[in-house]
């Protein structure tokens, strides 16, 4: 079938209005159409070709979220009209350890949600910037969040649980300190799951301006980075922290703000290098710094579900489907409270 998208022929040419294929659903498949779409600063830098090895045509898009409209003869976990996701992969090898512990997202034969191999026309997965995506359903997350709530549910499936895994397989709750490093879209999302968690809970951000809103998201403390007296205040105070700023920066003036054992775990991915750490400020109090990309379906749903016990979303602005290069250029420039969101049904308007 053939369905509308929006998408980029090439690195330097801005996103338009596509016809796109989508396979017929087969056994295991679930068909969904696509209510709303997050935008994630990976898609920028996808379809800019900022990471390596970018196929065109490129159709972003791995925070989506609509309704099943059909589903494969041997599917039996979903059915037509139920409320879903899908996150940023698509497949996996299925048989690794990784996808035998339920972390699909570190398999070496990971499918992505765009950009990735497939036999599906033209060759790589097409993502969620688009009218509807057929998906295996063990690829696809149940929503249970009111549905007046599901276009602010979107950004869950990439900046939600980028945030959550961490938080979780490091043990944030009660009794301990958390920092989460920058308030965008990842950051924003790390400060109210860290809070729903019971950590306590210290945003860090290089603006003062950002104070009142940092707090209203659930943060105990708000620390101003570029203010050392601050800063030197909270050495050795924090148990974890989740640095979420895609920018190369100092290291070690978070580093020292960790107890011993802390760890501070890099989920945002700047285009080049960070400045190398001061091997003494790790090996002095035994601290870690560590990586985390995404997570496993199964912890996914499991954020899921949290979040919609206690009521959390993302903080979202929705734009229509011809405004994502304004929303790209305003991106850059952190000119969003935290994520934009495509209304799809504009998709074909």
């Given at each position: 079938?053939?369905?509308?998208?929006?998408?980029?022929?090439?690195?330097?040419?801005?996103?338009?209005?596509?016809?796109?294929?989508?396979?017929?659903?087969?056994?295991?498949?679930?068909?969904?159409?696509?209510?709303?779409?997050?935008?994630?600063?990976?898609?920028?830098?996808?379809?800019?070709?900022?990471?390596?090895?970018?196929?065109?045509?490129?159709?972003?898009?791995?925070?989506?979220?609509?309704?099943?409209?059909?589903?494969?003869?041997?599917?039996?976990?979903?059915?037509?009209?139920d409320l879903v996701g899908v996150g940023c992969m698509v497949d996996s090898c299925r048989h690794c350890a990784d996808c035998a512990d339920g972390l699909e997202n570190y398999c070496d034969g990971m499918v992505g949600t765009y950009n990735g191999a497939t036999a599906d026309a033209p060759g790589h997965t097409l993502g969620g910037y688009s009218e509807r995506i057929v998906v295996d359903e063990r690829y696809v997350l149940r929503v249970r969040h009111p549905e007046q709530q599901l276009a602010a549910v979107a950004p869950l499936l990439c900046a939600?649980?980028?945030?959550?895994?961490?938080?979780?397989?490091?043990?944030?709750?009660?009794?301990?300190?958390?920092?989460v490093v920058g308030i965008g879209g990842l950051g924003h999302m790390g400060i109210k799951l860290a809070r729903a968690l019971g950590a306590h809970v210290v945003a860090f951000t290089t603006s003062e301006s950002k104070r009142q809103a940092a707090e209203a998201l659930g943060a105990h403390e708000v620390i101003v980075s570029r203010d050392a007296d601050a800063m030197a205040a909270q050495a050795q105070k924090l148990d974890l922290i989740v640095n979420t700023v895609a920018a190369p920066h100092d290291l070690d003036a978070f580093l020292n703000l960790l107890k011993r054992d802390g760890t501070m775990v890099l989920v945002g991915a700047?285009?080049?290098?960070?400045?190398?750490?001061?091997?003494?400020?790790?090996?002095?109090?035994?601290?870690?710094?560590?990586?985390?990309?995404?997570?496993?379906?199964?912890?996914?749903?499991?954020?899921?579900?949290?979040?919609?016990?206690?009521?959390?979303?993302?903080?979202?602005?929705?734009?229509?489907?011809?405004?994502?290069?304004?929303?790209?250029?305003?991106?850059?420039?952190?000119?969003?409270?935290?994520?934009?969101?495509?209304?799809?049904?504009?998709?074909?308007?």
């Open positions: 079938m053939t369905v509308k998208a929006y998408g980029a022929h090439a690195a330097d040419q801005p996103l338009q209005s596509l016809d796109i294929a989508r396979r017929a659903p087969g056994a295991h498949d679930v068909q969904i159409d696509i209510a709303f779409c997050g935008v994630c600063h990976s898609d920028l830098h996808t379809v800019r070709s900022e990471w390596a090895g970018t196929l065109y045509p490129c159709v972003p898009g791995h925070e989506i979220v609509g309704r099943v409209s059909a589903v494969g003869a041997h599917v039996a976990g979903f059915a037509i009209g939600g649980i980028t945030t959550w895994s961490p938080l979780r397989h490091w043990g944030a709750g009660p009794g301990k300190t958390v920092g700047p285009a080049t290098p960070h400045p190398s750490p001061q091997v003494f400020n790790l090996i002095t109090k035994r601290r870690a710094i560590a990586g985390s990309m995404i997570g496993g379906i199964a912890e996914t749903q499991e954020m899921l579900d949290f979040c919609a016990e206690h009521g959390i979303v993302a903080d979202i602005e929705m734009i229509r489907a011809d405004e994502i290069n304004a929303a790209y250029e305003r991106m850059l420039q952190g000119d969003v409270k935290y994520r934009f969101v495509i209304d799809n049904a504009t998709l074909a308007a």
